[in-house]
């Protein structure tokens, strides 16, 4: 039976890797193209690697990856889950959970995981962090644990609430001197960034979402609970929700160890939590993000698999025919369904290919580049159209910002790049102020549909006299 992780992990390279090669998509076109930016042109710029929205250990791990391309920060982040899902049976096999292996399928087949495996963003990285504290802990390699999850927080923010969960562990393990190594991530990171900032505490006044406000409003309280759904697909949600029952009955029974009850069910329920309120206080700028729970998957698929035991050990009982089959038509279904046409499925055209804003954006440079080439300051928010004109983002002379300052200060020849997503939202740019601004040269419109939404791009020049 051990063989048989080693067969779905065989299975999942293969599927990742044509992924891969078949599919175009970039998981988000925002934050997702950021990350990537940010990874790509560190090397020319350094101090990009230690830059707190991109998160400072995520670019100085994605960066030699994705100097071959998009292509190389989706083979990073598969290799990333590739391990996250190894270490996570590890862990379960460790702790000798029953049906170890429904961890490994749960984690392959949790739509939303599978989908931004494939992308530039952070949370499958985080998700391996944790694999890697909750293996640790288990085999008792408790200076493992501290230092790598003190390093968590520049993978993701709320690492800063892990940390705070594996110190309770540490003081209940009574490993007091250990706790002072979960500060190691930030004095590494403090006396490093300081030849950039120049301020031994950047690692805490440069924090962007350290603001009791949201420039993205709030939700409501269950937002998260509701949105989990989309995340983990309809069984495993189901089978998530028994798990946290049977955990908490267990925990009452005190027949759980530190390990399952503070790392994993406490783990979880922290981090949760405080997403939940951050997005309903609307504080932390906070955009209520589903996808954010991707970054605690492993404890996810852990106590989905106890939801799992719960209904198919505990409720069959000594009945061994009824339950192998009960077992392997959940499992199957667990397969199958991101395969439906369920709302909370993969959409493979919609999720794993290049959304309709981002082919508009290429129709709209190839436009660019065969009317006026590219040897201009381009002004723009979209974050697709830098790699799409492949011009270093970070260069002031190449690209600035599409704002109100911006247009104050452009110059004969600059072409300014305007969408009603980037442009609106992020700086409040509207297509009427350009319209009305008598310097300006419109001479590129389109209008299409997608997403749900209508889609505008429209290009202008400053005028040359």
Sequence with gaps: MKKIIYILLFVYAIIAALTIYFFDGTGDAGDSIQHYLYGKYAPVHPELFFDHWAKPLYVLLISPFVQFGFTGVKVFNAIVSFLTIFLTYKTVEALNIKNAIISVVILI?????????????????????????????????????ALVISFLPFVRSEGLIIIGVFGLYLLLKRKYKLLPILLTGHIVYSIAGFFVYHDLFWVFTKIPYARMSSQYGSGKLFDFAQDLIYVIGVPIYALFWLGVISISWKSIKKKINLELGILVFLGFISFFVAHSLFWYFGIFNSMGLKRVMIGVMPMISIISLYGFNFITEDVFGTRKNGKLIFQFLLAAYIIIFPFTSNPAAINWDKDMRLSKDQKSAIQTVDFIIKNKGTNHRFIFDHPYLSEVLNIDCFDKNKKIDLTNNALNQIKEGDIIIWENWFAVVENGITKKQLDNNPELINFYNANSTGGGREINYSVYEKELK
């Design 109 to 145: 087949f949790a739509p939303l995981y599978y989908i931004l495996t494939f992308s530039g963003l952070t949370e499958p990285l985080f998700a391996l962090f944790i694999s890697i504290g909750l293996y640790a802990s288990v085999k008792q390699k408790f200076i493992t644990v």
